[in-house]
């Protein structure tokens, strides 16, 4: 490479770190415009693009990159990282897997790779690539952050808090990492972080509402810990106000969506067009921190089940076919869109774009709890599969709902920033629930009370385990013993035994919840004195 041309790649790479774009843009045409194609001026291009979201056109410059130079694990692992954002996850693990076996020689893209297959799930991978980046840079305190993420979802939790401690001493305002280290464990009066978060909160600037909510979940959980119920209550509201105002969730468009995916049920799959026939696939549905995790632990524990994760690829495969406009893959015009298309088709495309995960496992599980929606469509296109719902307790869902830190990127969770919004959000799931009881057939869509398990776990699990269409095995009642990631918000619960202390939380913040207990009520799902009407 001639000295000016490094020289003008070397001043593009620092204008693109700098999110100088435009000169990082002038810089790389230059380069292409006087030498003619070269691979690291498409890289940075592909880079740049990349930052702009546009993943499509960054995959096209990346290959363009690769065609010049196919030995360059940057490359490779650019790539996976914009193919995963288009959801493309199977063409993403094989680009991770070519660039982590090129053998990156840089922390940044140890890192990148790492990142890649913690979204796909396979952490095993992940923080291998991960303590690889801190090898190669121990001073950057996002590297610390992200090996021990992965090391909390891997269950190794004491690994984990001294990532997350790592990361504070080279980055003591890293706010996620605060907000980790308390989850991790229980916080006491004699060893508590209290002070220092509410002096992080106060220093924020008012505007920074991610760095808020991180912040001030942290010491809503240090609060409940010490049983200061109210004062936790309390600081939830302001750790999400900014996240709210802006967010400005609009209950009628959830409204219109669970009334689309009920209009679309049907008892069965019409006989002139039957849908994929596999009996592999169970979707493990309903509200989040109801026990989805809880669930498919028990049913991950038996040897004849593999699961996969909370998965997208229904849903992206049914925005897909059906080609409606906008940027929502979750809307009311997808749901009724997707009528129109064939089943069969919807069926096999999905157990196509999952075999890589499942293997040959003789059931896989899907734990989204958002395929609530699409119930009607998985039977239609998927006959045989099993359908699981998890049901609690309503004020105890709301209040779990409300306290639960969502990823602020997904915005299908909005309702979570205010409780009353909550309560309606539950409302409108419940009905749904209620249709799917009515509508799909007994022995492919179940239902389970997350209270009916802590209740009889064995009962409830051999149930289950039937319903899935497989022999009992004892080791699904060992579930938190078992190897495996979990990378929900249960991580650390699901990895102790069961225990009924969150059953019944609500009561502790009676007169907060006076809102939600009033449209709960008028609901139908509670009675005046906070008892469920399940069976309503």
């Known amino acids: 490479?001639?000295?000016?041309?490094?020289?003008?790649?070397?001043?593009?790479?620092?204008?693109?770190?700098?999110?100088?774009?435009?000169?990082?843009?002038?810089?790389?045409?230059?380069?292409?415009?006087?030498?003619?194609?070269?691979?690291?001026?498409?890289?940075?291009?592909?880079?740049?693009?990349?930052?702009?979201?546009?993943?499509?056109?960054?995959?096209?410059?990346?290959?363009?990159?690769?065609?010049?130079?196919?030995?360059?694990?940057?490359?490779?692992?650019?790539?996976?990282?914009?193919?995963?954002?288009?959801?493309?996850?199977d063409a993403a693990a094989d680009a991770a897997q070519k660039a982590a076996e090129l053998g990156p020689r840089d922390a940044l893209t140890f890192d990148t790779i790492g990142v890649v297959f913690t979204r796909l799930g396979d952490h095993a991978s992940a923080i291998g690539l991960f303590e690889a980046a801190v090898r190669q840079d121990g001073q950057r305190a996002a590297y610390h952050y992200n090996l021990a993420a992965s090391r909390q979802f891997a269950g190794a939790f004491d690994l984990a808090a001294a990532g997350y401690e790592r990361t504070l001493e080279l980055e003591p305002g890293h706010v996620k990492a605060l907000s980790a280290v308390v989850g991790l464990r229980r916080q006491t009066e004699a060893d508590n972080r209290l002070d220092a978060l509410e002096a992080a909160f106060k220093a924020r600037d008012r505007n920074d509402q991610e760095a808020q909510l991180h912040l001030g979940h942290a010491?809503?959980?240090?609060?409940?810990?010490?049983?200061?119920?109210?004062?936790?209550?309390?600081?939830?509201?302001?750790?999400?106000?900014?996240?709210?105002?802006?967010?400005?969730?609009?209950?009628?468009?959830?409204?219109?969506?669970?009334?689309?995916a009920a209009r679309t049920s049907e008892t069965s799959p019409s006989p002139a067009a039957p849908g994929w026939d596999s009996d592999r696939p169970v979707f493990i549905v309903g509200l989040p921190r109801t026990g989805t995790t809880l669930v498919d632990r028990i049913l991950a524990a038996h040897p004849a089940v593999r699961p996969l994760g909370?998965?997208?690829?229904?849903?992206?495969?049914?925005?897909?076919?059906?080609?409606?406009?906008?940027?929502?893959?979750?809307?009311?015009?997808?749901?009724?869109?997707?009528?129109?298309?064939?089943?069969?088709?919807?069926?096999?495309?999905?157990?196509?774009?999952?075999?890589?995960?499942?293997?040959?496992?003789?059931?896989?599980?899907?734990?989204?709890?958002?395929?609530?929606?699409?119930?009607?469509?998985?039977?239609?296109?998927?006959?045989?599969?099993?359908?699981?719902?998890?049901?609690?307790?309503?004020?105890?869902?709301?209040?779990?709902?409300?306290?639960?830190?969502?990823?602020?990127?997904?915005?299908?969770?909005?309702?979570?920033?205010?409780?009353?919004?909550?309560?309606?959000y539950y409302l409108e799931f419940d009905r749904l629930r209620g249709h799917w009881a009515a509508s799909l057939p007994a022995d492919r869509y179940t239902e389970v009370a997350y209270e009916d398990i802590v209740g009889d776990l064995e009962g409830e699990a051999r149930r289950l385990i039937e319903h899935c269409g497989l022999d009992w095995d004892p080791a699904c009642l060992d579930f938190h013993n078992q190897a495996g990631s979990v990378a929900t918000a249960s991580s650390v619960q699901v990895r102790q035994p069961l225990y009924s202390s969150s059953i019944g939380r609500w009561q502790r913040h009676a007169e907060a919840l006076k809102p939600v207990r009033s449209i709960l009520r008028d609901g139908g799902v509670i009675d005046a004195?906070?008892?469920?009407?399940?069976d309503t």
């Open 219 to 260: 010491i809503a959980k240090t609060l409940e810990d010490l049983g200061r119920h109210d004062e936790a209550l309390d600081w939830l509201g302001r750790a999400k106000a900014g996240v709210s105002a802006v967010r400005q969730y609009d209950a009628r468009v959830d409204a219109d969506l669970f009334a689309a």
């Open 310 to 424: 909370e998965l997208s690829n229904f849903a992206l495969l049914a925005k897909q076919m059906a080609g409606t406009p906008g940027p929502y893959v979750m809307d009311a015009a997808t749901i009724e869109a997707t009528t129109s298309i064939d089943p069969k088709a919807l069926g096999q495309a999905y157990e196509a774009s999952v075999a890589g995960l499942a293997g040959d496992a003789a059931r896989y599980t899907d734990k989204m709890p958002l395929n609530i929606v699409w119930a009607g469509h998985i039977h239609r296109a998927l006959p045989n599969a099993r359908i699981i719902c998890l049901r609690r307790h309503p004020l105890d869902a709301c209040l779990s709902n409300y306290r639960q830190l969502f990823a602020t990127s997904f915005s299908y969770y909005n309702y979570a920033y205010e409780l009353t919004d909550c309560a309606r």
């Open 529 to 534: 004195d906070g008892n469920w009407l399940r």
């Open 1 to 89: 490479m001639k000295p000016q041309t490094e020289s003008q790649l070397e001043s593009a790479a620092a204008a693109l770190g700098a999110r100088d774009y435009r000169q990082a843009h002038r810089l790389c045409m230059s380069v292409l415009q006087t030498q003619g194609p070269n691979a690291e001026a498409f890289f940075l291009l592909g880079l740049l693009t990349a930052d702009h979201d546009n993943h499509a056109k960054a995959v096209d410059i990346l290959d363009r990159a690769i065609a010049l130079d196919s030995g360059d694990s940057r490359f490779h692992a650019h790539r996976a990282k914009s193919l995963l954002a288009l959801q493309r996850r």
